[in-house]
């Protein structure tokens, strides 16, 4: 590989780990664990924790609690080094994918839970009778259901639209990999 080529590879490589740690960050958590996490997953071979801390600039102490961390939530493995005590991390992006996905799926069933305790209140308001509904207090609550139901289904909808369609694109991706590794 050239220089130039090397050059921009190792570009493409920080601007993977900086887009991860952003992204990482923007869903509230600790943009170490992302850094970590690409480190690992980047790796051809499994890493053991002084190489990691070589690489991201870190602790082994800091870098502790987050293979841990990682390893709990099944995003990286964890292996002894046949003969030694030194342990190796080794992962994949899938489990990050998975463990997204999960969370659009959990977000959908919560929003149709939710709905249908909106759908109880528009159907047990219709029982009330015409003196209570037709109250300015009763008119408002009946507007202000209506509404958060109609967000509500129209949250679902795109969650469900969004999560079919991600499983389509993990499909197609798998089917491009298994391709190019033939």
Same mark, same amino acid.
């Given at each position: ?12 490589? @920080? ?5 991860? %740690? ?7 958590? =600790? ?11 980047? @790796? ?13 600039? $870190? ?6 609690? $987050?293979?841990? /961390?990682? %390893?709990?939530?099944?995003?990286? *493995? ?13 992962? @994949?992006?899938?489990?990050?994918? =998975? ?5 659009? +799926? ?8 939710? &709905? ?7 159907? +047990? ?11 300015? +207090?009763?008119?408002?609550?009946? %507007?202000?259901? !209506? !509404?958060? *139901?109609?967000?509500?289904? @129209?949250?679902? =909808?795109? &969650?469900?639209?969004? /999560?079919?369609?991600? /499983?389509?694109? &993990? %499909? +197609? ?10």
């Amino acid at each position: 590989m050239t220089i130039a080529a090397s050059s921009k590879f190792h570009r493409l490589r @920080s601007a993977f780990v900086q887009t991860l %740690e952003e992204f990482v960050q923007f869903r509230g958590n =600790d943009p170490m664990i992302a850094r970590i996490y690409a480190m690992i997953v980047l @790796s051809p071979d499994p890493m053991t924790q002084e190489q990691i801390a070589k690489r991201t600039g $870190y602790s082994r102490s800091q870098i502790s609690r $987050y293979l841990a /961390n990682l %390893e709990q939530r099944q995003m990286i *493995s964890r292996e002894p080094t046949p003969g030694s005590r030194t342990m190796l991390y080794g992962g @994949s992006a899938r489990p990050f994918l =998975d463990g997204f996905r999960q969370g659009i +799926e959990t977000a959908e069933r919560f929003i149709k839970s939710k &709905l249908e305790v909106m759908d109880h209140i528009l159907s +047990e308001w219709q029982n009330l009778p015409s003196r209570i509904k037709s109250t300015a +207090e009763s008119r408002k609550l009946r %507007e202000v259901i !209506t !509404t958060f *139901s109609a967000w509500f289904r @129209s949250y679902v =909808d795109l &969650l469900a639209d969004f /999560n079919r369609r991600f /499983n389509e694109r &993990l %499909e +197609e991706m798998e089917k491009d990999l298994l391709f190019a590794r033939i």
